[in-house]
């Protein structure tokens, strides 16, 4: 049973604008969230992450809002750039061990 | 500061045959993990070594194993290979306590 899921496998966004991709999550024993970017033939590289204290993080274009009742988690990318383009995972930890979800590609276009 | 190196980056094996895969994390990282990424599935974990001990396991065959050295080095094997094992392998290190791993570009496995 997947514990960590992202429901869009894809998500087309125009540069410029909004990108908001989504996670949900069953365990409610997950104390801390990442999500992971990942170009093709590269290994994942951590993005962004917040503890389940807190319900929002930002670094740059970069936001986590995690909804803890609702067992939710997003991030948003502001203003949407082409080099943005991968696929990105979300991650949620527990004893530190990382489980992942399928992922979503976003592609922004010019 | 090296990143995590992953050797060999690709490899062509057959039904039946084994693999080792081997796993070099960043200086001062003690904690190694392997994963697993199929096209579909993800990022499946495998195991976690923390000073040469396997601290955490995956839901995955006994076929599957792996250890640690000393030097935090890491290898991963896979006897009796099948056609589902044809995957990106991917290791990844981190401080000791930390969530945050880093990961290397992956051994991309092909059996035939």
């Known amino acids: 049973d997947q514990q960590v899921k992202q429901n869009s496998p894809s998500l087309s966004v125009q540069e410029g604008r909004i990108s908001i991709l989504n996670c949900d999550y069953t365990?409610?024993?997950?104390?801390?969230f990442l999500w992971y970017k990942k170009y093709p033939a590269e290994g994942p590289t951590f993005l962004i992450s917040?503890?389940?204290?807190?319900d929002k993080n930002e670094d740059g274009r970069f936001t986590v809002f995690l909804n803890k009742s609702a067992k939710h988690l997003s991030l948003h990318i502001v203003p949407s750039q082409p080099g943005d383009s991968a696929v990105y995972f979300c991650a949620a930890s527990e004893w530190s061990t990382l489980t992942f979800g399928k992922g979503t590609m976003l592609l922004v276009s010019p | 500061k090296a990143g995590v190196t992953q050797t060999p980056r690709y490899l062509i094996k057959t039904r039946g045959q084994q693999v080792t895969l081997s796993c070099s994390p960043i200086s001062g990282h003690r904690s190694v993990s392997w994963y697993q990424q199929t096209p579909g599935q993800g990022l499946q974990f495998l195991f976690e070594y923390f000073s040469e001990t396997q601290r955490n396991k995956g839901n995955f065959p006994g076929r599957f194993s792996g250890r640690q050295f000393s030097n935090s080095r890491s290898e991963m094997n896979v006897s009796t290979l099948e056609l589902g094992d044809s995957a990106l392998y991917l290791c990844?290190?981190?401080?000791?306590?930390?969530?945050?791993?880093?990961f290397g570009s992956g051994t991309q496995l092909s059996v035939l």
């Open positions: 990844a290190s981190s401080l000791a306590g930390t969530e945050k791993l880093f």
């Open positions: 365990n409610s024993m997950f104390d801390y």
């Open positions: 917040i503890s389940s204290i807190k």
